[in-house]
């Protein structure tokens, strides 16, 4: 197993936390070179923002590209590795043609259109009282598979308040609605 494999194992296994940083990277353009440089590396010398929350980001983008619509709970650990080994086998593909060949595991899903914003805005304070990591991890999903559904390659970790804030407020208007919906009219709103 490659070192960066192996590194990537124990942020996502043992939950490590990395400093906070914003940064703004395109899919589109960056290799999967850069992406190991720019979110794996521990070493870099600047900080960079949290792996587990980078790669359950690219997850949500993943699932939505794909066409789905559905949260796979399982799937951080084995997206993450396979997205890894993608990126090590293709260093100068794009980071985007690396997550369109990757697919999540689809293993205990729950499914975004049968979920409505009540029960979600619901659980979502509840997990955000107990656990604010947790919480976090999960938006990142949300806003990544909500920049996919805006056609948009860009990653860009300082919008998440703002994206969490239009959820919040969609959600707040329409409690009846699924989160899929929601999330659909906040991709629009981008």
Same mark, same amino acid.
């Given at each position: 197993?490659? =070192?960066?494999?192996? /590194?990537?194992?124990?942020?996502?296994? /043992?939950?490590?936390? *990395? %400093?906070?940083?914003?940064?703004?990277?395109?899919?589109?353009? #960056?290799?999967?070179?850069?992406?190991?440089?720019?979110?794996?590396?521990s070493r =870099?010398?600047?900080?960079?923002?949290?792996?587990?929350?980078?790669?359950?980001?690219?997850?949500?983008?993943?699932?939505?590209?794909?066409?789905?619509?559905?949260?796979?709970?399982?799937?951080?650990?084995?997206?993450?590795?396979?997205?890894?080994?993608?990126?090590?086998?293709?260093?100068?593909?794009?980071?985007?043609?690396?997550?369109? !060949?990757? !697919? %999540? $595991?689809n293993n &205990?899903?729950? +499914? &975004?259109? @049968? #979920?409505?914003? *009540?029960?979600?805005?619901? *659980?979502?304070?509840? &997990?955000?009282?107990?656990? !604010?990591?947790?919480?976090?991890?999960?938006?990142?999903?949300?806003?990544?598979?909500?920049? =996919?559904? /805006?056609?948009? @390659?860009? &990653?860009?970790?300082? @919008?998440?308040?703002?994206?969490?804030?239009?959820? !919040? $407020? @969609?959600?707040?208007?329409?409690?009846?609605?699924?989160?899929? +919906?929601?999330?659909?009219?906040?991709?629009?709103? *981008?």
């Open positions: 197993m490659k =070192a960066s494999t192996i /590194a990537l194992g124990f942020a996502l296994l /043992a939950g490590m936390a *990395r %400093p906070s940083a914003a940064l703004q990277l395109n899919l589109a353009t #960056l290799s999967c070179a850069g992406y190991h440089q720019a979110i794996l590396n =870099a010398p600047v900080p960079h923002p949290d792996s587990i929350n980078m790669v359950m980001w690219l997850l949500g983008y993943s699932v939505a590209r794909a066409g789905a619509h559905v949260l796979y709970s399982d799937a951080l650990a084995s997206f993450g590795f396979a997205l890894d080994a993608q990126c090590l086998d293709n260093p100068q593909s794009s980071l985007l043609d690396a997550i369109m !060949r990757v !697919r %999540p $595991r &205990l899903p729950l +499914e &975004l259109d @049968t #979920l409505n914003c *009540r029960e979600f805005q619901a *659980r979502h304070a509840e &997990l955000e009282k107990s656990d !604010r990591e947790s919480a976090d991890t999960i938006m990142n999903w949300l806003q990544g598979f909500a920049t =996919a559904k /805006a056609g948009s @390659t860009v &990653l860009d970790t300082a @919008t998440l308040g703002a994206f969490e804030d239009a959820l !919040r $407020r @969609t959600c707040d208007g329409n409690w009846h609605q699924s989160l899929y +919906e929601s999330l659909k009219a906040v991709s629009a709103a *981008r």
